[in-house]
């Protein structure tokens, strides 16, 4: 389409003058834009927000999402047990140790032992490991470390960097092993063997048997056979934790 002039003509010093203002043309991309259906623009947009939850859910909420929910029906805590605990990590921000030494109760019991997040894969240390893992013993609870398994690393690398990673003590509770995902790349057999030589390695080198946290479904699909999870040292999720930021600065 050919484009349109607009000529302009006036006056100057008693002499009459034309200019020409051209209209610019948008580029090749907006011409392009300009060609698509209403209809497109809506599916376009809602192929990209789709994208967006996706994404978001798979690398924010999944790894997490099921320890703020109950997974059958309300909450509720094991009965008959009066001793309690947390698990805390980065995500609880800072601490405030006093008040939950004073004031931290579960179901009406005070919390006696908080698990800290140590490292996550092969290469994570989480940013406030050190300090909780001093704190904790400073201000008188028994306290853990757990690592949270990846699918992007061998289980042989990451036995071997919460090694190094993590110093227990005497009275510190086993080394624990948080697993809520199976690599898609691996055969069910192949998971299961990968968590039992992360547990034969933790074991080997701290003397102890580690613990497994996962929840109940993942463990009949996934765990039922690695050894470990024949005895009782394993931990199920089945209800929310009393959320550690109540005790954040």
Not at 110 to 125: L, S
Not at 201 to 228: A, N, R
Request: aromatic share 16%; hydrophobic share 35%; charged share 25%.
């Amino acid at each position: 389409m050919p484009q349109r002039k607009t000529t302009h003509t006036h006056k100057t010093s008693g002499r009459r003058t034309s200019s020409i203002v051209r209209k610019r043309r948008p580029n090749v991309f907006i011409r392009i834009l300009q060609h698509f259906p209403s209809w497109a623009w809506w599916l376009g947009g809602a192929a990209i927000l789709v994208a967006y939850i996706y994404f978001f859910y798979y690398f924010f909420v999944s790894p997490f999402g099921f320890r703020f929910r109950a997974l059958y029906g309300d909450i509720s805590y094991p009965e008959g047990y009066e001793i309690h605990g947390i698990d805390v990590s980065h995500h609880q921000g800072e601490i405030d140790w006093q008040t939950l030494k004073d004031e931290g109760t579960i179901d009406k019991f005070p919390v006696r032992f908080v698990m800290i997040k140590a490292t996550e894969g092969a290469t994570k240390i989480d940013e406030n490991f050190e300090d909780n893992f001093y704190q904790a013993r400073e201000y008188g609870f028994t306290r853990g470390a757990y690592h949270f398994y990846s699918v992007h690393s061998t289980a042989k690398d990451q036995a071997e960097f919460f090694i190094r990673t993590v110093k227990l003590e005497n009275g510190d509770l086993p080394p624990v092993l948080d697993v809520e995902h199976k690599p898609k790349n691996q055969t069910d057999e192949e998971f299961k063997e990968s968590i039992q030589l992360w547990l034969n390695m933790v074991e080997h080198h701290y003397g102890v048997k580690p613990i497994i946290y996962t929840y109940y479904k993942f463990k009949m699909q996934y765990l039922s056979e690695v050894s470990c999870l024949a005895s009782k040292d394993m931990s199920i999720s089945t209800s929310i934790m009393v959320p550690s930021t109540t005790f954040a600065r």
